[in-house]
Structure formats: C-alpha cells, structure tokens
C-alpha cells in the first residue's frame, strides 16, 4: 500500500538559482508560488487547493503501478481563538474529500482510506498552541483540558455515517408536468439589447451617462449599438420561435418614447419600434410581456433628482398612463419596475449602477426605494381604475433575492444572520406590497441603529396609514427574479450607517457550488425552491411569475453551454418540486436571457445569453448554443417526463421551418456582395482561369525561347 499524507499544491516553474551550498532546495532547479485562486489559510504557505489531492493520487496511480493509497494526513490549521465554529474547515475537508472521491469514482484510483488531521487541538511543533488542525476544541486554559467538538466534527461525522456524498433528497429529479397554461419565457431589457441610443430622436438615459463616464463599465463598454435589437425585429421574433416560448418579456426605454421624461413631447418613431416589436409577437403566437421600467431613467429626470425627487412618482405615472394607451390593447401582461433593490442600493448605495451614487449609503437607497414603492403603487392604481376593465391584462413588480441559509447551521447567529439577509432582501420591497408597511425587523434595526449613532428619527422614510393601505395589494401576481444562494454570517460593523451595516451581516458562497461566469452567482438550485416556499409561508402563497433566471459565462466562446443546460434543467426541476410537492401557485418561467447583450457594469465579458450574438461581425448575427435545445425540450414537455414510462413525442419536436439561427450568407467578393454559394463558384471559375492563364504563358514562353533559339542557329549557318 502507499500512505501519503497531503495539505497543499504549490505553483511550480523552471529557475536556475544562484551559485550556493548544495542543498535539497538546489538541487530541484525550481521555484515555488502560491495558488493565488484558492483560499488562505493560517499558515501563510498552505492554500487549501482542493483540487490538487486528486492530481496527486493520480500521478500516485500512474508513476508507482496503481497500488492501494491511504490518506493518511489531511486538514487545515485555523487560529486557535476559533473555537467551535470552523466553517474554513467545513469547506476544507468537503472539498478535499470530494477531490478524494473523484479520483476513485471517475480516475480508478485505489483509494482505501482518508485519515482526518487532527482529533483534537494539540502542540503545533513551531507554531506552538498558536494554531489548531483538530476537529475538536482543546482549553489549554483548563487543567482538565476539555475537548469540545467543532462544527467540522459534526460534518465529518456526517460524510463517514453516509461513507462520502450521497445526493441529497431534494436535488433528485423530479418528473412530472407544470399546468396546462404555465407560462414560458425569456427576457431582455431594453439598454442592453436595442442599441440605437441616439436614433429617431431619443433621448439620453442614465446608463447612456453612465456607460460613457470612463471606468464606470467594464473596458468601456456601452450600450450605443448592443445587440441592434432597435433595427432587429424580425431577426429577435425569428429566434424566439425557435425557443417555442409562449412569452417574451422586454422592457420599454423610457426615454426613448419620452426624451425628457415627461409627456410634454412625445417620441412617436420610439413608440413606433415597440408596436412593431408587439405585433411581430402576437403574429408569431407570442404574448408580449412588457416591463416599464428596467433601471434607464431618462437623464433629464436625473439631472432634477431623479427617484431621489418625490415628484418622479407621478411622471412615471405620466409615462405608465401613455405606455398603457398606445399599447395596453395588445398587452396582456405589464411590470411596473424591475428589481428595485438594484436601482435603490446597487445604484444609489453601492455606485455599481447608474446613476453611481454611492456618498449616502445609509439615507438615500431607503429614500430611492421608498418613492419606487409609491410609482410602482400608483401606476398599478391607474391600470386598476382606467385600463383593466376594457384591457383585461394583469400588472405587478419584478422583486429579485437571492436565497440565504446559515454559514453554520448549528450556530443561532448564523440562522438569524440569514433570516436578516433575506428580510432585507425581498422582504424591503415585498412585506409593503403583499403585507402592508416595512417588516418589523427592518423597521425596529434600522430605528435603534440610527437613534443610537445620535439621529433624531429613522434613516428608514415612513409610510403614512394612507400609504400603508394604497401600496398594499398592489399586485395580480409575485413577479420574482433568482439566480443563487448565500451563506450568512453575522457582522458588526459598529455605527457605521449603510445598508449592509443596518443588515448586520456577511455571506459568502459554498465552495464546492458550481461557478459562473459571474463572481456572485454559484450553482445552488436547492436555494430556489427554499425561496419559493418562503414567499408562499411569507406572501399568503400569491401567484408567482418567475421574471429571471439564469446564468453566465466569461471567456472563450463556446456554444456548447453544457453549464447553462445544467443549470437550468436543476433550477426548473426545482420550480416543479415546489410547484407539485409543495403547492406553490406557480404560474410560470423565465430564461435570462435571450442573447448575449451587454450585461450592465460588465460590459459584454459576461454572457446569460441562450442565444450567442457574434460581435465581430458587423449583422451581429444570433446564433444558437446548446441550451436552445434543452430549454425548448423542456418548454415542449411542459416539464419532465418520466423515462421510465417509454418514449415521449416532445423529446422529439418538429424543427421549427422559419427559426433556423440567424446568420449572414454574404460575403464580399471582388468588390462584389455575393451569396457564399456565389462567391464560392465564382473563386473555382476565377482558379480554373488562372491556371489557364499560367499555363497559357509557360507555352508562350516555351514557343518564344524555342524561336529564338531557332533563329540563333540560322544565323549561325548564314555566316
């Protein structure tokens, strides 16, 4: 058998080192680095790179005749103040006793035991009792040295009872069908896809401002062409149709239709691009599903204060009130405001989000978020009063959270840590609109936190009892946008007054989740069902939508998003659990998003699309990934059929004839704008004529030198 006992994995490269005694470290002809992507530990030079112990076990395997391994050494060192709660251990031994597991299920490694470093807390050689590798906590300052055991003893505990990772109960499949009219989708939203920033009389938005601030956006990306979905149409209907979707939500550039905000100069080529868009839509069998305003605040209104000004609440009433005339007799379904947690403290707390205001993180996102609650009431109250009877459409608000659980769940602060996170999350927006008034939590926190850094009131505004019962109800349905799950912790930021202080904690992500393209999404569907539960128990189990799901990716292009098809087969299968097990009135889904566009700060490095857009190429053609296929599998499943009851039709749909993926068939050729067919007949003409011509003078030339020589030797015999 092979022992081997194993902690980090070193960067390695080539070095000559300098004339010195001869040594081990000599003689290598190497020098070593740190795995700058993996996290620190408490010895400076031991990194936890999980991924390394199955690399090791692997070259074990290949350089010494595959023998038995044991694991005989594996853990990590904390400091010794850290008593019971080791979640940095947790994540250690999960990661690396997967990466054990790996290399015996998928590499054959012969893997016959893991030896856990240490059971206890002890003498740490020349680190002394300044640090700790046990599972278990040692009082060095008790005579009786008490063990207790750690969150890590626990956990290991629990992978020897399951002897490794079994999958978890609510991460099976599920198979089974959604209602027979549930809704599918995907979405866009107007700056990142339609380009045209200054066509047909628009006026500036905030993102125009923004995106053109330098260093505001990802290597100065912006939104002036994006995707030219303004002059793109018929390009967007055709690969919706290929999706199979029943739904397309979009949203509506405000400026575009009002350039400076207001009603007093209409924008009529504007609105003209949008009732294109819906009757492209409603030809193609298609319910347009409009959001109103999706963050591009017109530039004019931000120059008077923008949501920070009381009196936006009634222009964007103005604005809602002409959307819902010119095009409320199309449209069936509307969304006042998207994600208003983002406009109120992405963009007036943390300046990540136009319009980048960020010097009052504790005033003005309670402020902005208190008069996007008013607008959102009173554009539904004006479709309630004067459009529903004769529309017969439904309207709501897009409120997006992600889903928090404990980083540790055995320790209380933890669980009210991520009570608090998800409180301040959905619960700012949703508890006023579905219960009436801010939650109790955020209002008595946000009180005793502001009194006591010598305030003479809240920095949370107050509703009225007026506005308490105007704002409540104002819904016909949960629009809800997720994408992931967090793990909370508590954190005293003492009196500092921002949002993140008055939420009073931390999170961060498990890291054996799957990666994104984005830093703060990770792979968690287990989250999205927990969620949804949460706004039935919380909500009254109101209709939900799903407004937004999805995810990213960087780099490389790549279509076949094996990622994206993954993810949102995990994530819908949970929505159908909480649909069928839970009874969660879910009425239906939707992808983020359509194609690649520009992905707001991150410019266009980071990519949701289900569809690729092809930058380098002026059409900027759509062109299908994977995903397409899998999503409108689901979509024409209406879910997930069983494989164990046969074979089902809908896993074989007909292709749809008019939706192949758009691309551009032209190429220049000699000047020319030529099919490929064309172009590729006229190079084989053009060769074929060029070999005749080069063929041509080699026989002229041969003819030419055999006459002059000819008539050389004539000469020759007249003399």
Known sequence: ????????????????????????????????????????????????????????????????????????????????????????????????????????????????????????????????????????????????????????????????????????????????????????????????????????????????????????????????????????????????????????????????????????????????????????????????????????????????????????????????DLIFSRLGHKVKFWITINEPYNIANVGHGYGAAAPGISFRPGTLPYIVGHHLLKAHAEAWHLYNEKYRAKQKGIISITINSDWSEPRNPYKQEDIDAARRVVQFYIGWFAHPIFNGDYSDMMKTIIRERSLAAGLPKSRLPEFSPEEIKRIKGTYDYFGFNHYTTVLAFPVDYGNLQHYDADRGAGTIADRTWLDSGSSWLKVSPFGFRRILNFIKEEYGNPPIIITENGISERGSIDLNDIHRSYYYEKYINQVLKAYLLDDVDIRGYTAWSLMDNLEWATGFSERFGLFYVNRSDPKLPRVAKTSVAQYSTIINCNGFPDPASGSHECLNPEPEGTSAPITDDTVQFLGMKLSTSDAETGLNTTFALLIVAVFAAVCSSFCFFKARKQHRKNSMWKL
């Not at 680190?127 to 890590?152: A, E, I, M, Q, W």
């Not at 089974?176 to 500036?204: N, P």
Request: with cysteine.
């Open 1 to 320: 058998m092979f022992c081997v006992n194993h902690y980090t994995t070193k960067i390695a490269r080539h070095a000559t080192l300098r004339l010195s005694a001869k040594s081990y470290e000599y003689d290598r002809d190497l020098s070593e680095a740190e795995e700058g992507d993996s996290p620190t530990t408490a010895i400076s030079n031991q990194r936890a790179v999980a991924w390394g112990l199955r690399r090791l076990l692997n070259w074990i395997k290949e350089e010494y005749g595959d023998p038995e391994i044991y694991i005989t050494e594996n853990g990590v060192a904390t400091e010794s103040k850290t008593t019971w709660d080791d979640s940095a251990r947790v994540f250690f031994y999960k990661t690396y006793i997967d990466e054990a597991l790996k290399a015996y299920d998928l590499d054959g490694v012969k893997v016959k035991g893991y030896t856990v470093t240490s059971l206890m807390d002890s003498f740490e050689w020349l680190n002394g009792y300044k640090l700790g590798f046990g599972l278990h906590h040692v009082d060095f300052t008790n005579p009786n040295r008490p063990r207790t055991p750690k969150y890590s003893a626990h956990f290991y505990y629990q992978v020897i009872r399951d002897n490794g990772f079994p999958t978890p109960d609510d991460e099976k499949m599920l198979y089974g069908h959604f209602r027979k009219d549930f809704i599918w989708s995907t979405a866009t939203a107007s700056y990142q896809i339609e380009g045209g920033w200054r066509a047909d009389g628009k006026g500036l938005s905030i993102w125009d401002k923004f995106a053109h601030t330098p260093l505001r956006v990802f290597n100065d990306d912006n939104g002036d062409i994006a995707c030219d979905s303004y002059n793109k149409v018929e390009e967007d209907v055709a690969i919706l149709k290929q999706l199979k979707v029943t739904h397309y939500r979009f949203s509506i550039s405000w400026s575009r239709v009002l350039p400076d905000g207001t009603t007093k100069y209409i924008n009529e080529p504007g609105l003209n691009y949008y009732h294109r868009l819906v009757d492209a839509l409603l030809a193609a069998n298609i319910q347009p599903h409009i959001t109103l305003y999706h963050w591009d605040l017109p530039q004019a209104l931000q120059d008077i204060g923008g949501w920070e000004n009381e009196t936006i609440i009634f222009k964007f009433r103005d604005y809602a």
